[in-house]
Each structure stands twice: as structure tokens, then as C-alpha cells.
């Protein structure tokens, strides 16, 4: 016998609130998906503490949290380029986000193409950043080795006294996820969840329904 098989221990059901049938039954999604988007986001703003926050997946497999900073008819968001997901956007310029808002029970998968924003939109937004952030981000040499913290941190708190302009630091970015795919997601109570995918072909965006 497969000794995982005696040794299995399973997370109980933790009974999250999802969406009833009725109300899931209610669920009329729109012709374009960033309708359908922005019609969700604008609910989730009022629940959920950070609604922009997303999933960033790109080749490797490598997923981990970005905050998208621009939601039109593409999604934008800002790194530094010397960053592993840079690295490897570079490599396979396609890339998926994934956001959660549990709150209102909803998941939305994006796919699609990513390319470079211009360096006067990357400029522009670090404009609009809290010093403090310019700052960190201008002294970071993000997922190299870091001797000390503490180091950084007595820098950071040198500097913060005396700047009042930190310059847009050369390895500040932006890139722009122009979406193919999505996929919404609604929890229901019952296990019963509606999942709807888009698909774009040519400028026309196709939807079907999935099985949960």
C-alpha cells in the first residue's frame, strides 16, 4: 500500500460563503470581458483591501503578487528590470494573471501577449509614487543577494531625511498585458460554480460557459 494512504491528513472543511444558486442563476455576463471586469472590480473596490492585486504567472512556471496599476483595454504594471519575471518575460513574452475577491466569490483568470511600456509612462507613474517608495525602489537590486537588511534599512533612513526628489531610477519599468482569454469564476455554496470563458479571434470576443 502507498504509505500516503495511511498518512493522509486533510484540512477540514473550512465552509466558505460563496454564492448561492439563486443568485448565481441571476448572472448575465456582458459581450466584452473588460465590461464584465470592470462591472466586478467596481464591487470588489468596496469589500476587498487591495481589489488590483493579482497573480502574476510568466514562463518557468513562476507565479507570484503584482499590483496592476492601469485596467482599459489592457492591464499595466511596474517592475524593476533586473527581476526574474522581467528575465523572463524576455524569454516567452506571454503571461497570465489570476485575481481572487473572495468577499464576492469571484476569480478571473487573464491570458495574453505582454510587451514594454514607453519610458514616458513609466516615468510619468513613478511621478505619482509616495517618496518613501521612490526611494526603496531606487536603492533595491531586487532578487539579488542582500548582505544586510539592516543596512539597507539605515540607508533608507539616512536618505528619507534629506531627499525630497529621487530621480526615476534606469532599471524602473512597465509592461502591458494585452488579454486573449479570460476566465470568470463564481463560487456557489453547493460546489455548483459558473465559470464563463472568453476567447478573442480577430477583434470579436467569444464566450462559453463551462462546467464547474
Same mark, same amino acid.
Given at each position: 500500500m502507498?504509505p ?11 465552509k466558505p ?8 442563476s441571476?448572472i448575465?455576463p456582458k459581450?466584452?470581458?473588460f465590461v464584465?471586469?470592470?462591472f466586478?472590480?467596481?464591487?470588489a ?11 502574476l504567472?510568466?514562463d518557468?512556471?513562476n ?6 496599476? /492601469?485596467?482599459?483595454k489592457?492591464f499595466y504594471f511596474?517592475?524593476n ?6 528575465k523572463e ?20 483568470r ?5 510587451s514594454?511600456?514607453p519610458?514616458?509612462i513609466?516615468v510619468?507613474?513613478? /511621478?505619482l509614487?509616495p517618496?518613501e517608495?521612490?526611494?526603496?525602489l531606487?536603492?533595491?537590486k ?8 539592516y543596512?539597507?534599512k ?5 536618505y528619507i ?9 534606469a ?6 498585458i494585452?488579454?486573449q482569454k ?5 463560487? /456557489?455554496?453547493?460546489?455548483l ?9 480577430g ?6 460557459e463551462?462546467?464547474?
Amino acid at each position: 500500500m502507498d504509505p500516503r494512504v495511511r498518512k493522509s491528513k486533510y484540512i477540514p472543511n473550512l465552509k466558505p460563503k460563496y454564492l448561492t444558486l439563486n443568485v448565481l442563476s441571476e448572472i448575465k455576463p456582458k459581450k466584452n470581458p473588460f465590461v464584465f471586469f470592470n462591472f466586478l472590480f467596481k464591487k470588489a473596490i468596496k469589500t476587498e483591501p487591495e481589489p488590483n492585486a493579482a497573480t502574476l504567472c510568466t514562463d518557468g512556471p513562476n507565479g507570484r503578487m503584482v499590483l496592476i496599476k /492601469s485596467i482599459d483595454k489592457s492591464f499595466y504594471f511596474f517592475t524593476n528590470k533586473h527581476s526574474q519575471k522581467v528575465k523572463e518575460l524576455k524569454r516567452k513574452p506571454r503571461a497570465s494573471l489570476v485575481f481572487y475577491w473572495p468577499t464576492i466569490s469571484v476569480q478571473i483568470r487573464v491570458h495574453g501577449f505582454v510587451s514594454k511600456l514607453p519610458r514616458k509612462i513609466c516615468v510619468e507613474y513613478f /511621478s505619482l509614487r509616495p517618496l518613501e517608495s521612490q526611494l526603496a525602489l531606487s536603492l533595491s537590486k531586487q532578487s539579488k543577494v542582500l548582505d544586510s537588511w539592516y543596512d539597507l534599512k539605515n540607508k533608507f533612513q539616512k536618505y528619507i531625511k534629506k531627499i525630497k526628489l529621487v530621480p526615476t531610477p534606469a532599471h524602473w519599468c512597465g509592461y502591458e498585458i494585452k488579454p486573449q482569454k479570460f476566465e470568470f469564476w463564481f463560487g /456557489s455554496t453547493e460546489r455548483l460554480h459558473r465559470r464563463f470563458l472568453y476567447k478573442k479571434s480577430g477583434r470579436k470576443w467569444y464566450i462559453k460557459e463551462l462546467y464547474p
